[in-house]
């Protein structure tokens, strides 16, 4: 299984950003898939994930209203669509897939991709 996350950047608050997680070596749809983060001198938190079953997503609720996580599956591929950024959402995301419960706990998660910077500027 690998996971490629990618659309990290620097942007200013206020602005938007949408992080994408390929997977590859798995079936899309038999693993939940879920965004964390990881800001320095911090640990890994969780953000947003969507379920295996129906689509059903979680959010943490610092990213609530603000980020959307989706996905496309003929592409394998799930996103998360950042608006409304402030510095404190300054961090490296991760993608991560797996089978475990509760969606919002990293130890949930098998397989993890390699992060993406995202740095909010105020």
């Known amino acids: 299984v690998q996971l490629q996350a990618s659309g990290g950047g620097l942007v200013q608050a206020g602005g938007s950003l949408r992080l994408s997680c390929a997977a590859s070596?798995?079936?899309?749809?038999?693993?939940?898939m879920g965004w964390f983060r990881q800001a320095p001198g911090k640990e890994r938190e969780f953000v947003a994930a969507?379920?295996?079953?129906?689509?059903?997503?979680v959010y943490a609720d610092s990213v609530k209203g603000r980020f959307t996580i989706f996905e496309d599956v003929a592409k394998n591929t799930v996103y998360l669509q950042m608006n409304s950024l402030t510095p404190e959402d300054t961090a490296v995301y991760y993608c991560?897939?797996?089978?475990?419960?509760?969606?919002?706990?990293?130890?949930?998660?098998?397989?993890w991709g390699q992060g993406t910077q995202v740095t909010v500027s105020s």
């Open positions: 070596g798995l079936t899309f749809r038999s693993y939940d």
């Open positions: 969507i379920s295996r079953y129906g689509g059903t997503t």
């Open positions: 991560a897939s797996g089978t475990g419960w509760p969606m919002t706990d990293a130890n949930s998660y098998a397989n």
